[in-house]
């Protein structure tokens, strides 16, 4: 037997239409599957309305309290072993980075020193080149070239912040209208 | 539902632990209720209240005040409770532990008490046929009288998924319902009236 609508409806919330009744009604006169679901449902929803919301056992506020102060501890232990798994993991790569050097160290520590040596030098050097150039420029430019440029670049941002404002002054002022 | 006001919700969402535990004091009840349907014993429905409210209590700047709480609330409690009910593919009621409930006093003398206790193991093994999702959506749907939207909110389904497993989750009650009650619907074949009529 087909029970597809008769289903819905006794199971539904809603309230049926007399057409609806008058055809559930027919249907529960000969369907022994729906005869047993109308009261069955009507027993468990009845059950249901009458059985409360249970609560927990008195002093659950407090018990969370303490849960919480465990979590807490909990996540600054997690976090405390994060710190240190991160040092170590910082200190593996240097030391890995370092061993080779070490060998080396280990085995001609005169001519590591050397080539140290040597790089610092060179940096030096080049430092010493770059301020040399640019004492030279200094010295080649005149003074009214520099009062130009100086004059020339206060301009141009003049006018940069000044257009700036401007059109964040006509945008909001659209945005108003 | 309970309505909190929303400045103690504010002060809780900016860090105030006081706030916060008055949180816990009004919601512990509908949480721990939720819980208890959905897990079927005390135990876990205390440790899963207790986790529904610290994982509130981490993200509860993220809740949006637009919404409403208890939805918010219930929601980490049906998610962390449909976890646990995955977790452990179990869900049959453990009658021995039933007797640590603290039901509410709907009147007085042991046989009241009797009937109340029978009536929690009887809704706990109906509910127990249900599903996870389908489990929850009952309890908020009888027991909060939460509309479909924001069961669908709650559960994050469609609001037709939701009537649907409602529909479902009634026909499979009514259907546990009768086999567990086959010799008085084999003696009472007889013609009732609808609920819905």
Not at chain 2, 14 to 41: H, I, S, W
Not at chain 2, 75 to 91: F, G, V, W
């Amino acid at each position: 037997m087909n029970h597809t609508p008769y289903k819905d409806w006794l199971l539904s919330d809603d309230l049926l239409s007399a057409e609806q009744t008058k055809a559930l009604q027919e249907h529960l006169r000969t369907c022994e599957v729906c005869q047993q679901l109308e009261p069955a449902w009507s027993d468990v929803h009845t059950l249901i309305q009458k059985t409360p919301l249970v609560q927990p056992i008195p002093g659950f506020t407090d018990r969370w309290q303490f849960r919480l102060i465990a979590h807490k501890m909990q996540k600054q232990r997690h976090l405390a072993w994060m710190l240190w798994g991160v040092c170590a993991g910082i200190a593996l790569i240097l030391l890995g980075i370092f061993s080779t050097q070490i060998l080396e160290i280990l085995d001609s520590p005169g001519s590591l020193i050397l080539v140290w040596v040597s790089r610092l030098t060179g940096v030096l050097s080049l430092y010493w080149a770059a301020q040399n150039m640019l004492g030279a420029i200094v010295e080649y430019i005149p003074a009214i070239t520099w009062f130009g440029m100086v004059l020339g670049i206060g301009m141009v941002s003049f006018l940069s912040v000044s257009w700036l404002a401007m059109v964040r002054r006509l945008t909001i002022a659209r945005r108003l209208a | 539902m309970i309505n909190l006001e929303p400045e103690v919700i504010q002060e809780a969402q900016k860090g105030d632990p006081e706030a916060f535990t008055q949180v816990v004091e009004a919601y512990q009840r509908p949480v721990f209720n939720l819980c208890y349907r959905m897990l079927g014993n005390p135990e876990d429905a205390e440790d899963a209240a207790q986790e529904t409210f610290l994982r509130a209590y981490d993200h509860i700047r993220r809740y949006d005040q637009g919404r409403s709480f208890s939805t918010w609330l219930l929601s980490i409690a049906a998610h962390y409770c449909i976890d646990q009910l995955r977790k452990r593919r179990m869900t049959f009621l453990s009658i021995d532990t039933l007797p640590n409930l603290d039901i509410p006093d709907a009147g007085s003398g042991p046989e009241a008490a009797y009937h109340r206790h029978e009536d929690q193991q009887r809704i706990q093994t109906l509910l127990s046929s249900l599903g996870g999702q389908d489990r929850a959506a009952v309890v908020m749907y009888y027991w909060y009288d939460f509309s479909y939207e924001e069961i669908a909110e709650s559960l994050s389904l469609t609001i037709s998924a939701v009537k649907s497993r409602l529909h479902r989750a009634r026909l499979s009650l009514a259907q546990t319902w009768v086999d567990q009650n086959a010799m008085k619907y084999s003696a009472e074949r007889k013609h009732h009236e609808s609920h819905a009529i």
